[in-house]
């Protein structure tokens, strides 16, 4: 009897080191990706990274039901973007002093190095219906069936969105070169 | 293919391998220049995204999954996962009770500390490789300097042992890793200057302004990394 508890101890700590093994590999392979679109999507340092925190608080809760490591990205960015919304859901409902709201600073992704900041206001301020998906393909790398399943638009619709987001970002550096302003790429 | 949509499809995947498109631009060099212009904005954009990561979100993002876990094992663990753990437990204390060398509260946070899973995960927040410089660095709040040839530290991360914040370096030996433990010596309870367990031997000593712990599987090792801190590791004030 004493040796079968031992072996079940056992056996339950294996289990408990794979999963945190495939956590690990998780956190270490995907979390500047993760940090760097949630900071594109919420503009803000300080909620990206807790929202972040949140999001991987959550993928190691439910790191059972991720089957395959190769969908790992998608299903990080829905669980992301669920953690996103629930912000917002939180501040529709909850009754709070104007002081404990959060301003998002404008200035937190164009000030952060001097190098890209032109491109980096213009990115910014894109409308998120134009960001989101851009940002969706160049930093996670998704296809537009991938962007099209995430944001549950057709795929049309986000083809089109891609289009308007770069040639926004075209036609803004052009008016900035007209102003006799210098780009750094 | 006409302008419009060869351009809609560029600016909506600049790495399109739409076999339309690519003979569009083979036949019209005006389209392969466009084509090549967004690529150069794409791959603009592309670094321009790339901000900089907090340096601790590794390590905090793979330190709250621990404590979510520690809460769980306590709420959600069934009764005879807790039973389990309790023969363990009651196995290793009596082990340490009927043991040659009884270990204090310290020490059995030390040998906690370098247990197979904490150690690799440590080595994994940094990434297996540290330098010297980010060693000292970390060395400096300890007031100490490492002047000379100390050999590859694998990690080095703060930790707290009993309640006392301390450094814990983990340096490659010939064979196998070594744990070294700073500590202020102002700070330190009492530790015996040799203890072990049954795989592990360690020992403590004052050097200058800290007292340092040393603990790994061989005692030659361990006291090469003794001999290797006192000639090389220098703690003022």
Redesign the interface.
Known sequence: MFSRKKKQAASVSSDMMKKQKRYEALVKGLHADVYRYALWLIKDKAIAEDVVQETFLRAWKSIDSLNDEAAAKSWLITILRRENARRFERKQFDLVDIDDVAVADPNDINDMVLEHRELRKIMSSLSEEYREPLMLQIIMGFTGDEIAEQLNLNKNTVMTRLFRARNQIKDALLAKQDMGATING | MDELTFR?TI????NTQDPAVIEAAKQDPSKQAFWND?KA??????????????DD??E???L??SF??RERSVNKRPW??A???S??LA?VLSFNLIGLNPSTGLASDVFAHVDH?YME?EI?MSAGNVDMQSVNAKLASFNGAITGDFGEVVSANYCYLDKIKSLHLIIKGENGLVNMFVIPKSLTESIQESFSNAALIGTSFLLESAKIIIVGEDRAEVNKVQQNAINSITFSG
């Open positions: 809609r600016y909506a995947d600049p967004t904005l794409d791959a603009q954009i592309t670094a321009a995204t790339k901000v900089p990561v907090p979100l590794v905090k993002l793979l709250k999954q979510e876990d005879y996962i039973l389990a753990a023969v363990a196995a899973a995960k994994m």
